[in-house]
């Protein structure tokens, strides 16, 4: 279940139901669903079959086109250069749509009015953060995480970094 923490405040949400309230109310769709296991080694394409449910129920959802996995470890290549991809505080022309399959990250949302708020996801967790949504993301100590992304233009991922630096803050 997914925990929001807001440190300006020195609040935490845990709750799932105020969860849910908390990032409804700020735009961003979250849910929990059933987390079919995957063996240990699974492909990507096996991930995305045991999962062909789902997604296609989002697909019709979102007008999603393309999904894919991604799957990081505390030994990845390169894992550094990855993350500053993703940790510097950015936005895209699409929903940013994550299905948490293994592992934890932190989404962290700088929200138009209000203060900075990071979601923590965890395996079973699904977020969409809407298009234009200023944020950055983070892996957890253990540096692991398995999630389906799915896209809208099969171009995929594309940052807009703000150049803002509120997130080394």
Request: with cysteine; net charge negative; charged share 30%.
């Amino acid at each position: 279940m997914a925990v929001v923490r807001i440190p300006e405040e020195r609040r935490s949400i845990e709750d799932p139901g105020e969860v849910r309230d908390f990032l409804a109310s700020r735009g961003i769709e979250y849910e929990r669903t059933d987390s079919t296991v995957v063996p240990d080694g699974a492909s990507a394409e096996e991930v995305l079959a045991a999962y062909r449910t789902k997604i296609e129920e989002l697909n019709a959802r979102g007008g999603y086109v393309t999904a894919d996995v991604i799957d990081v470890f505390p030994t990845t290549p390169n894992l550094d250069a990855m993350l500053n991809k993703f940790n510097s505080e950015h936005w895209h022309d699409e929903d940013e749509v994550r299905f948490i399959v293994e592992g934890r990250g932190l989404f962290h949302i700088r929200p138009n009015e209000g203060p900075v708020f990071a979601i923590e996801v965890e395996k079973g967790d699904l977020i969409r953060v809407p298009k234009g949504t200023h944020h950055w993301f983070d892996l957890c100590v253990d540096r692991r995480i398995r999630a389906i992304r799915l896209f809208q233009v099969k171009s995929g991922w594309t940052p807009h970094y703000t150049m803002s630096g509120v997130e080394k803050n």
